[in-house]
């Protein structure tokens, strides 16, 4: 089946503008995760849904940083403003949420590499 | 704050030559390990995981982890490298309590020479 797709692949823009970036996680999966990747550096948490709703937000770097899933699947990451120092590589991952409440193994999608002129 | 260790940036092997990357955490509790790969160009790829059970997993492509709480250490084997595991590869951990993400290691970068 397909798996976690992000577009863009790649954006630039200026800063002080505003990015969305689209994330369509594998098919039924109720999870989905954000992480942003600096170069050089581990993927680190931005936000993970569970539904509709933002379940943990905690790795927000700051209130430019947004993001939605309003049907449960597909999710939109939002920053306004945008500085230098958001450039990276943006990573969606999706996983099943069990009846327990347990989570399985999180998949990744192929990233959007934002870069702020 | 939890976090993971890959003490290891850069590795480099010649064919055949056996491997061991190493990763460690910060946290006594307990734990879900993963290893992901990520080849030149490709998006990251799950490896392994460790859930509960035998501590000695085994993941795709000839790779093996040994989970050993004792040293909070979940380090990544291979006996016989190959010119296309040159990839990064990076440790994950997910803490009780955490929620549900994932806590990276900076990643190790492992070139094998033909």
């Known amino acids: 089946g397909a798996g976690v797709s992000q577009t863009p692949s790649n954006k630039v823009t200026e800063k002080g503008k505003y990015v969305e970036l689209r994330c369509d996680p594998i098919?039924?999966?109720?999870?989905l995760y954000w992480y942003r990747q600096s170069l050089g550096q581990g993927p680190e948490f931005l936000i993970y849904f569970q539904g509709t709703g933002a379940a943990d937000d905690s790795g927000l770097p700051n209130d430019r940083f947004f993001a939605v899933r309003p049907e449960g699947s597909v999710s939109t990451l939002k920053i306004q403003r945008t500085e230098r120092g958001d450039s990276a590589v943006y990573l969606c991952?999706?996983?099943?949420?069990?009846?327990?409440?347990?989570?399985?193994?999180?998949?990744f999608g192929p990233g959007t590499r934002l870069t702020v002129l | 704050a939890q976090s993971v260790s890959q003490h290891n940036h850069h590795v480099i092997l010649s064919e055949a030559a056996s491997l061991e990357l190493g990763c460690n955490y910060s946290?006594?509790?307990?734990?879900?390990l993963f290893w992901y790969v990520q080849y030149p160009g490709q998006h990251l790829q799950l490896l392994l995981k460790?859930?509960?059970?035998?501590?000695l997993v085994k993941g795709i492509k000839g790779f093996e982890a040994e989970f050993i709480k004792s040293k909070f250490s979940f380090n990544l084997r291979k006996p016989s490298v190959q010119w296309s595991d040159t990839a990064e590869y990076f440790c994950?951990?997910?803490?009780?309590?955490?929620?549900?993400?994932?806590?990276f290691g900076s990643g190790t970068q492992l070139t094998v020479l033909p």
């Open positions: 946290y006594g509790g307990t734990v879900n």
């Open positions: 460790y859930f509960s059970g035998d501590p």
């Open positions: 991952a999706s996983s099943l949420t069990h009846a327990s409440g347990s989570t399985d193994t999180q998949y």
């Open positions: 098919s039924g999966h109720t999870a």
């Open positions: 994950a951990v997910k803490f009780k309590g955490s929620a549900r993400q994932l806590t």
